[in-house]
Structures are given as C-alpha cells and as structure tokens.
C-alpha cells in the first residue's frame, strides 16, 4: 500500500511538470512570435520606401539675366522676304506684331512689338521720331531695335513700284520649333528725296540672347541714318554701330549678342524621400570622484631697495635778444567768376510738313539767352522756362546746327546737331 501511493505520487508530480512546461510553451511562443513580427516591421520600415517617386527631369526656368550691352560682329546674307503683310503703310506711324516665339532684349522677354515707318522696332513706347540723332541713346525713342532709323514712308509712294507688292512692313517664319526663325522686312521709300530703303531685323528661337540686321539695297548704305540697340531713352543699355555712316552696304549681315547671354533650360533632378530608421542612444549617468587642489600659503622673504639721493649740477641758458621782422602788407588778387556751362539738347519732328525743333537749355544765369541757327542769332528770349520752338519754315530733308548764348556776353553753350530726311 505505501508503495503504490508513492507511485502515485511521482506520477502527479511527473504529470504536473508537464503541464507546466506546456502552459510556458503556450504563453512563450506568441510572445516570441510577436516579438519576431516587430523585428520585421522595423526591418520592413527601414527598407522600405513608401513616399518614394523615380527621379524625373524637368525643365527649369531659365533665370533672368539682365544683358547690360550689346555686342556686334558682321558677314554677309540675303534677306528672306516677308510673306505677312503687317498692314504698315503710312508715314511717321506704328503697327503692333506678335512674335511667334518669344523674344528676348535686355534680358527681358516679350510677346508682341511695334514696327514704326521709319526703320525701328519698338518694344516698349510708341513713337513717330523720324530723326537720325546719335550716338544712342536716343531719347526719343523708348527700348528699341533701329536696323535704319530715319525719315522714311511705306506708303504708296512712287518709287514703291520696285518691290513687288510695294512698300510696307513684311514678316515670315522659316523653319520647325524649336528652331524657328521669324524675319521682318521693311520695304521703304525716303520723305522727301527719291530711293528706296530695304532691311530686315532676324530673331532665332534656339538663339535668344542674339539678333540678326540684314541689309539690303539703299540709297546712301547709312550715311544719313543711325543704326544699332537702346534700353531706353536713357540706356543705360545702348550700343551704336553706325552713327550717318555708309557702312551698312547691301549684304551685310550685323550680329548683335548680349554680353551676358540669356540662360539656356537645364534639365533639373527632383529630389527623392526616403524614410529611414535610427536607432537612438540612452546615455546613462555615471558618478565620478573629482580631486580639488588645495592651495598652501608659504611664506617668502622679500627683498626692499633703499633710494640714495645724488646731487646734480644744473646749466642755466642765458637768453640772447632776436631782432623782431616787421610785418609788410601784400595785396591778394580778387579771383574772377567762371561762367557757368551751358548745356543745350535738341529733338527734331515735323508740324503740318514743315521740320521743327525744340531746343532745352540749362546751366545759363543771364536774363535772356540768345538762339542761334547754323551761325545766325534767329532769337533772343527769357531765360525762363529754358526752352525754345524753332518753326524753320523748311520742308524736306535738312540739317541745322543750333547754339544757345547768354545774351551780350560770350558764354555759350555746345552744338547740336539735327537732321531732317537724311539731309
């Protein structure tokens, strides 16, 4: 009997471990199984990308460079004629054209433009001006192209008969985007003398910071005309390439370049996000003995030095009288006034036909300034307002050299010079 109940006993005591062998099997696995899964999520966290986009190019847009100058070089071409007709026909007016693509000068980009009768193409302002005044600026005319700045016409003059089609303003777009090129022929007589005036102003599409002037057949090649670039009626962009001389010859070709060329796209990368995992450090405080010096005090003997006094002898000057000089009165020149400079603009325009100029002045102090015309006093007038209208009574094409005095006295001011119709 005491030995069956020991055998009892051990099979309740084998039976009981077993049991709780497996209830820590049940509750360890699921942890250990739970704990295997956030392993994976981190791992799957930190691999993974789920903001991510493949890298793609894009065109960029070109950053603004602002072109203070033109420069020029030269060759030889054939203008391509016109095909459009802009509707210009007329004398002293403007007509609006839209740019197939868009154009650059001075760094800024633009749409549309004005063609004006006489030989400029205007981007900002709207001007008849039919003079040649130079060197540019010029400010009678706003941010403007002159391929050959006068006094013409496009209307049905005469001498039109030579075109086919007759005088006006024409345009053509040659070749596919993004290399296209769009022209604009003019086809002018002059005001007030016979012959015609043929050029042409080029932009490239694949080329913005440059534009071509090709010349063709004129009467004089630019001897009375001004031809070049402004940025406005006081630059300070401004570049002349001829100033009433006969260099723009049939078949030249001018290059004009900004110094700075405008920026060409670049394709740009976009940036990628990517999560990553980090693991952080607890840092976790330590004691540590630190030492403190102590300072000892110790004593020292000290030295002290006793002054000795020693007498010294002295020298005694003895001062000698000096002869006193006797002041003489010298008599100072009393400086004479500088005349003050005078300067003297002019702009040329017509009234009813008739040339007409109005000069400005300023720097004069007399009370009446007298007005003289190629040598000859035609005026005298108050100093105030500083202006003057001279109706010449002429027609056609002239020149006149002006030059404004302060009156009965020599103080004068610089020449100008203004011509009408490349007189």
């Known amino acids: 009997m005491k030995k069956q109940i020991n055998h009892s006993t051990k099979a309740y005591l084998i039976r009981g471990a077993f049991y709780l062998l497996l209830l820590i099997a049940v509750c360890a696995i699921p942890f250990a199984l739970a704990r295997q899964n956030a392993i994976e999520r981190v791992a799957g966290k930190a691999s993974f990308?789920?903001?991510?986009?493949?890298?793609q190019a894009r065109e960029s847009a070109p950053t603004g460079v602002v072109c203070s100058d033109y420069v020029t070089s030269t060759s030889t071409d054939t203008i391509v004629p016109g095909d459009t007709d802009t509707g210009n026909h007329c004398d002293d007016c403007t007509t609006s054209i839209t740019f197939p693509f868009p154009v650059s000068l001075y760094g800024t980009s633009f749409t549309s433009a004005l063609v004006?009768?006489?030989?400029?193409?205007?981007?900002t302002g709207d001007s008849s001006y039919f003079g040649s005044d130079c060197p540019l600026p010029n400010s009678s005319l706003d941010?403007?192209?002159?391929?050959?700045?006068?006094?013409?016409m496009t209307d049905a003059a005469s001498d039109c008969s030579v075109f086919t089609g007759g005088c006006g303003v024409f345009t053509s777009v040659t070749g596919t985007a993004p290399n296209r090129v769009f022209?604009?022929?003019?086809?002018?007589?002059?005001?007030?003398?016979p012959g015609t005036a043929n050029f042409e102003v080029r932009f490239s599409e694949d080329n913005p910071s440059c534009f071509d002037v090709i010349y063709g057949s004129t009467v004089d090649n630019g001897l009375g005309e001004v031809s070049g670039v402004q940025q406005s009626t006081a630059g300070p962009g401004a570049t002349t390439f001829s100033c009433q001389e006969a260099t723009l010859t049939d078949g030249l070709k001018?290059?004009?370049?900004?110094?700075?060329?405008?920026p060409t796209p670049t394709p740009t990368a976009t940036a990628t996000a990517t999560a990553t995992a980090t693991a952080t450090a607890t840092a976790t405080a330590t004691a540590t003995a630190t030492a403190t010096a102590t300072a000892t005090a110790t004593a020292t003997a000290t030295a002290t030095a006793t002054a000795t006094a020693t007498a010294t002898a002295t020298a005694t000057a003895t001062a000698t009288a000096t002869p006193t000089a006797t002041a003489t009165a010298t008599a100072t020149p009393t400086p004479t006034p500088t005349p003050s400079q005078i300067t003297l603009t002019a702009n040329g325009y017509k009234v009813r036909g008739f040339d007409t100029v109005d000069l400005f002045w300023s720097g004069a102090t007399s009370a009446n300034i007298d007005i003289k015309r190629n040598g000859v006093r035609i005026a005298t007038v108050p100093n105030t307002p500083s202006s003057y209208t001279d109706g010449t009574d002429q027609r056609g094409p002239a020149t006149f050299i002006y030059q404004v005095c302060e009156a009965g006295g020599g103080n004068c001011s610089n020449q100008v010079t203004v011509r009408f119709g490349g007189g």
């Open 143 to 152: 941010e403007s192209i002159l391929p050959y700045q006068d006094d013409l």
């Open 183 to 193: 022209n604009i022929e003019w086809r002018a007589a002059y005001f007030g003398r």
């Open 254 to 262: 001018v290059t004009y370049c900004c110094s700075q060329p405008s």
């Open 116 to 123: 004006g009768t006489n030989g400029s193409l205007q981007f």
């Open 49 to 55: 990308k789920p903001n991510a986009i493949p890298a």
